[in-house]
Nanobody, 125 residues
Framework: QFRVEESGGGLVQPGGSLKLSCEGSGFALTNYAVVWFRQAPGKDREGVACINGGGTITDYSDSLKGRFTISRDIAKTTVFLQLNNLKPEDTARYFC??????????????????WGVGTRVTVSS
């Protein structure tokens, strides 16, 4: 069964950092764009960041740029989301999604064909 899997969430104090990972199960994420999303309790899902298959193009939500960084490992099979200077309002379930193509243009959810179940991030003192 093909799916993507997230890991790395947890409880962190305000100002802290976490690094989330996204991997493909049954396939490699190489050559596919990957998008990170998050959904806070009672709120809609929002796009956080996107990276293309080669790791050369990234795109971020304007409100999160500067604190969050998306990247790939050298083999390009794992996509990371580095979360820095976390705030309580960053508390959410973070999801990754594989796009069917190798591009980040368009709305965040466009062409996402595989979704993970997410990893929970809680920012609290």
């Amino acid at each position: 069964q093909f799916r993507v899997e997230e890991s790395g969430g947890g409880l962190v104090q305000p100002g802290g950092s976490l690094k989330l990972s996204c991997e493909g199960s049954g396939f490699a994420l190489t050559n596919y764009a990957v998008v990170w999303f998050r959904q806070a309790p009672g709120k809609d899902r929002e796009g956080v960041a996107c990276i293309n298959g080669g790791g050369t193009i990234t795109d971020y939500s304007d409100s999160l740029k500067g604190r969050f960084t998306i990247s790939r490992d050298i083999a390009k099979t794992t996509v990371f989301l580095q979360l820095n200077n976390l705030k309580p309002e960053d508390t959410a379930r973070y999801f990754c999604g594989r796009r069917s193509g190798n591009y980040c243009s368009g709305p965040p959810e466009y062409a996402v064909d595989y979704w993970g179940v997410g990893t929970r991030v809680t920012v609290s003192s």
